[in-house]
């Protein structure tokens, strides 16, 4: 089992960015996705999560303007990035619960720059 993000890159503050991670092997089931992100300088901090249902949970400072949502038939799990800030700079990295233990994704950097 693996999990694979893509999706980072440079956009200018006020824009918006897609990062989405893919789980792919032999998988039968996927409890939690999770999305954290890790700033230079900065420990790692969970940004938002989504349980094997819908029930969302997010950072207080992304609240209102990232969406975390599963693409159930694909495995994939994305985070839709919107009002972005220079602090939401990072490298984002997934989290997924599969077959009861926990992988990561390599991590996808995004930089918020004028």
């Known amino acids: 089992v693996q999990l694979q993000a893509s999706g980072g890159g440079l956009v200018r503050p006020g824009g918006s960015l897609r990062v989405s991670c893919a789980a792919s092997?032999?998988?039968?089931?996927?409890?939690?996705l999770d999305w954290y992100r890790q700033a230079p300088g900065k420990q790692r901090e969970l940004v938002a999560a989504?349980?094997?249902?819908?029930?969302?949970n997010y950072v207080d400072s992304v609240k209102g303007r990232f969406t975390v949502f599963r693409d159930r038939p694909a495995n994939t799990v994305h985070l839709q990035m919107n009002s972005l800030k220079p602090d939401d700079t990072a490298v984002y990295y997934c989290?997924?619960?599969?077959?009861?233990?926990?992988?990561w994704g390599m991590g996808t950097l995004v930089t918020v720059s004028s």
């Open positions: 092997g032999t998988i039968f089931s996927i409890g939690a």
């Open positions: 989504i349980d094997s249902g819908r029930t969302t």
């Open positions: 989290n997924g619960i599969i077959q009861g233990k926990s992988y």
